[in-house]
């Protein structure tokens, strides 16, 4: 027991505390802060930056909070920055709730309310743009919040934030809040590098790992529901942050169980079989029944290990996180599935995995599909088999809040058929909704609301959920772990795995989150213990300079000062820590190589050049073998190519069960064609060139039933057993009638070809310079011989390492200079490339990412005698990118625009070509893919009209008119006279019906 001293000194603190702002904010909150909260906002209270780093739900915006309320308190302005409109808005709304309307604002390239507030909102392109134009709104301000900072890593957006952090003053306290990174340490000795200034603050980093809400890790295997982890501690569902954890030895029974199941065709029901504990549950499953509606911890399973355990280390993910091929299940992209949602290969469907969550307790739930189409299709199928997961009393009230909202956003009720208003809100009725960005803004904002209010108990969701956006759940469900990022199909990395699956467990609400992986074929749960034990995600700049940027900064601070600064770019300082390792690394090499030289030295000649001619020769000969390589592939791809459905092809020499009939061959001469076909032992298999040793030989044909469907175990035993038949009572030709799938007759061996010649004349030569040499006939020879090719090796090495020094260092800088010069080239600097030119002033204005094509658009008049409905239909050109799913191939909308789209493709030319010239990266391609649709739509056509036809969806749409009015505006403001007034026009022709609904007033 304490003494009186130290009760009463622990009071004294208590009151001390409880005086300052720090403790003043806490006590308001209602709940105890954790300790890293503490840390965060003691530091931010004493006058440092900080760096937040923390799991999703942690807490961290709280520390943002805080700044807020010191800033109101001390008089000074905040900035609350967001990476998207979407978390600008629900941070405006959370701020008004707290603050009141008039403390708090909100500027998006969509609303724009109470600027001058002493707190506001905003995406962190405006605070860029309002740095470059020295906005008197940056006047008092004395806080910013970086919400999402790691967002700085986007490849396409992430440079914006570097330009934030570098150019805010040095009396702006920055409180970056970020996900769990492993080089935060790192990001933050940067911050302070940058942010130091004058008033030699550092920047303090706060790391937590610790999550509130446990998260307890599943897969789910047909509809049964399995821990992924035992442990032999008291966390058996989750991952081991710190050692090692064992992948439950059930679930791998279970799986194994599985694909023989399914491999044989003789997978049972999804509820059948499988090891089984009390009242049929299986043993090692999570079952309802807990504490506050969450799930029990049923005891199958953990605290014990087993022989058929499995080990994840940290960071112990499988290299190889397989997918699927849709020759073996389902792949979900278009999301065209079975009535009532099944999956093939014994995965659940997705009413039964709703079903399943249910029943244990485990609603609210988030699906992430990965598939826009694939999110419609799920509530489709819930709809289909009429399933409910609200009271009927509650549906009336959500179909009554929904009916107010359209209503406010005064949506054209003709325009509801076209968005699919019916279904949305016939889903919601029910408790379940679609959430991706293909939607009308105001219908996510609604399925924001509703979930949150906990009105709407399972959400389908692409990825785009998982950016910030306050909507946890109890439960998060991946039916895959392969998405689209971009640009192809890829396995979720880690960090991915982890912001998906950190949406589950709603703190002060579930006692634990859950996460749930549906099992397919194919799936290893290694690769998904991986995924969830891995701990490691470092934070990598995606920095560049622009030439938007570059005028910017030469108009601000001159083009040397500019250099300085770019020269503290967050991706200038990771590539000068990573110079200073190769630098050491090429100094010891130099050390070897002088060493090496020594040892090779011959008494009988320069044995460094005799090292020379052999390694030259051994090139020579390696690029004879890799040609001979390449021609042998270019001979397999042409013969799969050319070979026909229903031949029959040998395989790898004529082993057992060699034979295959082929069902569908490459046609188009393809970059990479792939066969497929029914082997001798019934399996079907997809083979691209490597699948081929040799050309593959014809041996004779078979008829393909007209109805034969590849998918079905039974029909491909019966066309093997086919196969096997016709090789018994009709033996195709032996092996000396065969002849290889019209394999071109190989006409380019000897001296055919003046390539092949030319370097067969050069290995002859270089032989012969050998044999001549003096060292040739040392007999120390091939003992020099080995220290010349490590010598070799070595060089080759060390010449690689100081290629990446040069490249790294002064990189960023580098390409500032070289976009500074084509800046002059172009006018937009004056010659010396030390100041901007008035056309360099209207670039200054245009933040697009095709913006010189912009600028030069309005300084050669390329724009000039269009109507407001042409300027819209030109300007999508620049900002839309095509989907993969868009196919269309529009009409252009006038003859003027026709002319104006061609002047701009001609100055994009020139553009890329100036570029060359600087050796700079090129631009995407202008895109005319929606042009129509927005000439329509300015023309103040339908939403109905103006979609029909074309692949784009309502929320897209929406999206994209959006990015015309920004863009309309930029050159409003860059341009003057006429074409700035049509510039107005257009973008108010633009905003109205629903592309104007979801703005905030």
């Not at 065209?336 to 999956?343: C, D, K, N, R, S």
């Not at 393909?704 to 079905?712: C, M, T, V, Y």
């Not at 060390?798 to 172009?826: P, S, Y």
């Amino acid at each position: 027991m304490s003494s009186p001293a130290e009760r009463f000194a622990a009071a004294r603190a208590r009151t001390a505390w409880e005086s300052t702002a720090a403790g003043r904010f806490a006590g308001s909150l209602g709940f105890a802060l954790d300790d890293f909260q503490l840390t965060a906002i003691k530091a931010v209270q004493e006058g440092h930056g900080v760096l937040v780093a923390a799991p999703t739900g942690a807490g961290k915006t709280v520390v943002g909070e805080f700044a807020v309320a010191l800033g109101l308190e001390t008089g000074h302005k905040t900035f609350y920055t967001t990476p998207i409109k979407a978390l600008s808005n629900q941070k405006y709304h959370d701020l008004v709730a707290r603050h009141g309307a008039a403390n708090v604002g909100l500027l998006t390239g969509d609303a724009s309310i109470n600027g001058e507030a002493p707190v506001v909102v905003m995406t962190t392109e405006v605070l860029r743009n309002m740095m470059y134009s020295s906005s008197p709104t940056l006047t008092g301000l004395g806080f910013v919040v970086m919400d999402e900072v790691h967002y700085l890593a986007d490849r396409w957006r992430g440079a914006v934030w570097e330009e934030v952090i570098i150019h805010l003053p040095p009396s702006v306290q920055v409180i970056s809040l970020s996900a769990t990174v492993s080089n935060a340490e790192e990001f933050g000795d940067w911050l302070t590098t940058v942010r130091g200034g004058e008033t030699g603050l550092q920047t303090q980093v706060i790391v937590s790992e610790h999550r509130p809400v446990p998260l307890w890790q599943h897969m789910m295997v047909g509809q049964q529901l399995f821990d992924l982890f035992v442990t032999d501690g008291s966390g058996g569902g989750t991952a081991d942050v710190g050692g090692t954890t064992r992948v439950n030895p059930e679930l791998l029974q279970r799986i194994t169980s599985a694909e023989r199941a399914a491999q044989s065709g003789g997978w049972r029901r999804a509820d059948e079989g499988g090891p089984r504990g009390r009242r049929g549950e299986p043993r090692g499953s999570q079952r309802g029944g807990g504490r506050d509606g969450g799930s029990g911890r049923s005891g199958g399973g953990r605290g014990r290990g087993g022989r058929d355990s499995r080990e994840v280390g940290r960071g112990g993910r499988s290299d190889r996180t397989r997918g699927y091929s849709d020759a073996r299940g389902y792949r979900g992209d278009d999301g065209a599935v079975p009535a009532g949602g099944a999956l093939p290969g014994g995965v659940a469907s997705r009413t039964q995995v709703i079903e399943r969550l249910e029943r244990e307790g485990l609603l609210p739930a988030i699906t992430f599909i990965f598939s826009r189409a694939g999110c419609d299709a799920a509530v489709q199928q819930l709809l289909g088999r009429g399933m409910r997961l609200i009271p009927d009393q509650e549906s009336v009230a959500v179909r009554d809040l929904v009916t107010r909202r359209v209503e406010a956003a005064a949506v054209d009720p003709r325009d509801l058929g076209v968005l699919g208003y019916h279904d949305f809100v016939e889903g919601l009725s029910r408790g379940y909704a679609a959430h991706h960005a293909g939607m009308l803004p105001l219908f996510r904002e609604i399925v924001e609301e509703l979930f949150t209010a906990g009105r709407v108990r399972a959400v389908f969701a692409t990825e785009t959920l998982a950016l910030g956006i306050n909507m946890p759940a109890r439960t998060v469900v991946l039916e895959k772990l392969v998405k689209f990022n971009g640009e192809t199909h890829a396995p979720v990395t880690p960090a991915e795995y982890t912001q998906l699956t950190g949406r589950a467990g709603r703190r002060g609400i579930d006692i634990e989150g859950h996460a749930v992986v549906l099992w397919r074929r194919g799936m290893d749960p290694m690769d998904v213990a991986g995924l969830a034990s891995t701990r490691t995600y470092p934070l990598r700049s995606s920095f560049r300079p622009s030439s938007n940027m570059a005028v910017n900064l030469v108009a601000q601070y001159g083009r040397e000062r500019a250099h300085e600064l770019l020269q503290s770019s967050f991706a200038q300082f990771q590539a000068d820590r990573s110079v200073v390792g190769l630098t050491t690394q090429v100094r010891d090499n130099s050390t070897a190589l002088e060493g090496y030289a020594e040892a090779m030295a011959c008494d009988r000649g320069d044995f460094r050049e005799y090292g020379r001619l052999r390694h030259e020769l051994s090139e020579l000969e390696k690029k004879q073998a890799r040609r001979r390589q390449a021609e042998r592939r270019s001979d397999i791809a042409q013969a799969l190519e050319e070979l026909e459905p229903g031949q029959v092809i040998q395989l790898d020499g004529g082993r057992k069960g060699s034979m295959a009939v082929v069902l569908r061959s490459p046609k188009g001469r393809s970059a990479a064609p792939e066969l497929s076909v029914i082997t001798s032992n019934g399996s079907l298999q997809r083979l691209g060139v490597a699948g081929f040793r040799d050309v593959p030989e014809v041996i004779g044909t078979l008829r393909i039933p007209g109805h034969f469907n590849p998918r079905s175990p039974k029909a491909r035993k019966d066309l093997a057993s086919a196969l096997r038949s016709s090789v018994h009572e009709h033996p195709f030709p032996g092996p000396s009638d065969r002849t290889r799938a019209t394999a071109p007759q190989d006409t380019r061996e000897g001296s055919s070809g003046h390539g092949r010649s030319n370097t067969t004349a050069q290995v002859e030569e270089l032989r012969a310079r050998l044999k001549a040499h003096p060292c040739h006939s040392c007999p120390d020879r091939e003992d020099h011989a080995r220290w010349a090719a490590r010598w070799w090796q070595l060089r080759k090495e060390t010449d690689d390492l100081q290629r990446r020094v040069a490249h790294r260092t002064n990189a960023v800088a580098k390409t500032f200079e070289r976009i500074c010069d084509l800046l002059a080239g172009l006018g937009y600097l004056t010659e010396d490339g030390q100041q901007v030119t008035p056309q360099g002033g209207r670039l200054r204005r245009i933040y697009t990412e095709l913006d010189l094509v912009v600028a030069e658009s309005i300084r050669r008049g390329a724009w000039d005698r269009l109507t407001p409905a042409d300027l819209a239909s030109v300007v999508s050109a620049i900002i839309h990118e095509a989907r993969g799913d868009e196919t269309a191939e529009p009409p252009v909308p006038s003859v003027e625009v026709a002319e104006a789209l061609g002047e701009m493709a001609a100055i994009w030319r020139e553009v890329q070509d100036a570029k060359r010239e600087h050796d700079l990266t090129g631009d995407r391609e202008l895109d005319t893919g929606i042009t129509w649709m927005v000439h329509r739509w300015a023309s103040g056509r339908g939403l109905d009209e103006v979609l029909r036809g074309g692949d784009l969806s309502a929320g897209d749409f929406v999206r994209r008119a959006k990015q015309v009015i920004d863009l309309l505006g930029q050159i409003a403001q860059a341009a003057d006279g006429d074409l700035a007034r049509t510039a107005r026009k257009a973008s108010d022709a633009v905003l109205r019906g629903v592309v104007a609904a979801d703005r905030l007033d």
